[in-house]
């Protein structure tokens, strides 16, 4: 079993920056995978962001690329999501995501196996 548990949310003004913090807790060395979703008011969860925990090989949405950047400390069982530019459409709860196997594609919430609660991001205009 993995843990996570996301902080660092918050209000932010457009054009804004906030960092969430992902800390990860249990069988962490079968770790292959690390994401980040989002979930905005009546809508499905999409992905944002992965990263390999070894690798380090990253991939972006397009909505996001240029403005977020996701990295990894490997000694702290932490993953961070720094997110600059925000806009109001960035609203959402984000969410933390860890996946043990290797798998086709990272960007489905089929392909993780354990997740956190979420941290609300509010970006007012």
């Known amino acids: 079993q993995v843990q996570l548990v996301e902080s660092g949310g918050g209000l932010v003004q457009a054009g804004g920056s906030l960092r969430l913090s992902c800390a990860a807790s249990?069988?962490?060395?079968?770790?292959?995978?690390m994401g980040w979703f989002r979930q905005a008011p009546g809508k499905e969860r999409e992905f944002v962001t992965f990263?390999?925990?070894?690798?380090?090989?990253?991939d972006y949405a397009d909505s996001v690329r240029g403005r977020f950047t996701i990295s990894r400390d490997t000694a702290k069982n932490t993953v961070y999501l720094q997110m600059n530019s925000l806009k109001p459409e960035d609203t959402a709860v984000y969410y933390c995501?860890?996946?043990?196997?290797?798998?086709?594609?990272?960007?489905?919430?089929?392909?993780?196996?354990?997740w956190g609660k979420g941290t609300q991001v509010t970006v007012s205009s």
């Open positions: 249990g069988r962490i060395f079968g770790t292959y995978v």
């Open positions: 995501a860890a996946s043990s196997y290797f798998r086709g594609s990272y960007h489905f919430t089929s392909a993780y196996d354990y």
């Open positions: 990263i390999q925990w070894s690798g380090g090989n990253v």
